[in-house]
Nanobody, 117 residues
Framework: QVQVVESGGGLVQSGGSLRLSCVVS????????MAWFRQAPGEERELVAG????????HYAESVKGRFTISRDNAESTMYLQMNSLKPEDTAVYYC??????????WGQGTQVTVSS
């Protein structure tokens, strides 16, 4: 059974940094292009950043370009999101999952990121 566990969220002041982690078990992690998503209250879930199977290609939403960095360690079945220069509008629950709908798992609990102004 696939398990996705996100961690690393918290409360941070505007301009601060956080590093999120996502561990996937029950599947061969390197078989999947992965992504970070986020969902703010009353909003739809949106893709924040994606990364290819081996990590050679990345994609970012315009709103986070230059501030967030996605990476992965296939040996550890772990994906990361380094978030710098955080803004209050980055406040959301952050989730990780397969980049494409054809390769998705059941959604995990996510990790809450709150940025105070």
């Amino acid at each position: 059974q696939v398990q996705v566990v996100e961690s690393g969220g918290g409360l941070v002041q505007s301009g601060g940094s956080l590093r999120l982690s996502c561990v996937v078990s029950g599947r061969t992690f390197s078989d999947y292009a992965m992504a970070w998503f986020r969902q703010a209250p009353g909003e739809e879930r949106e893709l924040v950043a994606g990364i290819s199977w081996l990590g050679g290609s990345t994609h970012y939403a315009e709103s986070v370009k230059g501030r967030f960095t996605i990476s992965r360690d296939n040996a550890e079945s772990t994906m990361y999101l380094q978030m710098n220069s955080l803004k209050p509008e980055d406040t959301a629950v952050y989730y990780c999952n397969g980049r494409f709908s054809s390769g998705r798992f059941a959604w995990g609990q996510g990790t809450q990121v709150t940025v105070s102004s």
